[in-house]
């Protein structure tokens, strides 16, 4: 039997692009609900920055993790489960190496033996910290069941902000042609309010999204998801971005339920060889 018609998850790769992708990541992951197991998947070609924000070794990482599915022949599955970092404060997280090169090379080797796995696992809901799109498309784009366009406002002027609304629609119209659900996340409130945002984006690229969700633009919280001491996890979890990321997390639980997108490595025998008995 098919599992998407039962309404189980079939894919749980939520792919986030954008601005401020590891903050939107880190927020949406400590916000998201209890009973979910959620990995963070640090994927930005630019390079890896959660294991410094967490205070955690460089290593494993994503790089080792291929290294150790290539040297050892060993199941991707297997290799997953043995690089998942976890921090003190729980999250867990598989790392992208620091610069940009280890971290380019490691996600293209990992697009035919990691990401593969990952987009099967029916336990975990993984995020995925794509960073900002350019140059060659993610290969965790087509494994995606739905993909976050994370933009964050310039509040220095209108004219600066209505430049990168221009940058919004190409990013926005680049990833509609993956076929997942978008998601527009947008981040602060100045100097448009964010509902005229997603008006221009509906207007401009009409059906390209399917839902919006806000995030406030929280330096405090930002400098504390990214390793600031200081504050507590419970003045945290009160803070502006924390509340609107729970929030955003409610909105995006509900697109992870089948009937979702197939991924593009979920074929007709995998399906059936799980079907069985």
Partial sequence: ADDRARGRWVMTVVAVAGDC???????LAAAWYAGDEVIILEADPSGGSLAGWLDTPSSPSLASAVAATTAANRSAADTIDSVVQ?????????????????ASR???EASATIIPELSLRRDVVVLAD???????????????????????????S???????????L???????ATGAPLVLAVIGRDPFDPDVVVRFVDDSVPGATSDVCRLADDPLAAAVLAGRAGVSARRLMRLPLMRSAADAAGRLRP???????PSAWLTTDRLNSEARP
Wanted: a positive charge; hydrophobic letters at 45%; one cysteine or more.
């Fill in 106 to 108: 490691a996600i293209a």
């Fill in 255 to 261: 697109h992870l339920i089948a009937p979702a997108r």
């Fill in 21 to 27: 992708t590891t903050t939107t990541c880190v927020a």
């Fill in 86 to 102: 976890r921090s003190r404060s729980g999250l867990r997280f598989i790392a992208a190496p620091v610069r940009s090169l280890p």
């Fill in 158 to 168: 209108a004219a600066a902000e209505s430049v990168r609304l221009e940058r919004l």
């Fill in 130 to 156: 794509l960073g900002r799109p350019a140059g060659e498309r993610s290969p965790l784009l087509d494994a995606a069941t739905v993909i976050v366009i994370a933009h964050r406002q310039s509040p220095t």
């Fill in 170 to 176: 190409e990013h926005v119209e680049h990833l509609a």
